[in-house]
């Protein structure tokens, strides 16, 4: 495995908490962590990586702090705010790949656009209740937009409103993980898409083609204007 990767992490909740416990054990030079969140008492039964005691502190302090006890020869910066269109090429720049585990949809379109646009690998997943999944594009893979085509347009359930159940994100947060080690190995798990249902036991994996009226693929899309980002489902 590769000690020059330099791994952008783009919310550090539910999904991020397994994710940045692993990534702390892997040989990365560098985790930038991206975040605007205080920890709150609803959250630790599924962001493992806070106790009682950060309640009310900057995930991204805390998260740094268990970062650092875990490996500190490891690099780690931290950023206090959130992914947005104005920010996200120079967030990008220098890492070699971006994981996402934001709880809206316009953010995981942004990441994907943005990770498309600066060819570099995006790993990234969404949970709601008890289902969830986990996917990886690589630049010449498929992209979120050959998958959800786009942003709907309706209002969408986050998962701060709907409630995720802890061992979803636990399993999907460490799918993530496995996509990212998978790749630092050097595979191309590019378009490999995991789909978790706790209620049923199932996970499934699909490999999703890249879509010939793609607008990211295709092209089209060239930069991060932010009317591509103003949904509903924003904040
Ligand atoms: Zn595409």
């Known amino acids: ?82 992914f947005v269109p104005s920010t996200a090429t120079k967030l990008l720049d220098g890492h070699t790949l971006v994981v996402e585990g934001a709880d809206n949809l316009a953010t995981k379109f942004l990441v994907a656009d943005a990770a498309h646009l600066a060819q570099i690998p995006a790993v990234q997943a969404g949970a709601v209740r008890w289902n969830g999944w986990a996917w990886c594009a690589l630049p010449d893979s498929a992209c979120l937009r050959c998958l959800f085509e786009d942003i709907p347009q309706d209002r969408v359930e986050t998962c701060a409103e709907a409630g995720v159940v802890g061992p979803v994100v636990g399993v999907l947060g460490g799918l993530q993980a496995a996509l990212i080690f998978r790749l630092l190995a050097g595979e191309r798990p590019g378009g490999e898409l995991w789909h978790y249902h706790a209620l049923e036991g199932v996970l499934r994996q699909t490999r999703v083609r890249r879509r010939s009226d793609c607008p990211l693929c295709t092209g089209e899309i060239q930069d991060l204007r932010m009317e591509r980002y103003t949904t509903p489902c924003v904040a």
Do not use: F, W
């Open 1 to 82: 495995m590769s000690s020059r990767h330099r791994v952008l992490v783009v919310g550090a909740g539910g999904l991020g908490s397994p994710v940045l416990r692993l990534l702390a054990e892997s040989a990365v030079e560098h985790v930038t962590v991206v975040d605007d969140d205080v920890v709150e008492e609803s959250n630790l039964h599924r962001q493992t990586l806070y106790t009682e005691e950060d309640l009310g502190r900057p995930k991204i302090e805390c998260a740094k702090e268990r970062l650092l006890d875990a490996s500190p020869k490891l690099s780690v910066s931290v950023v206090e705010g959130r």
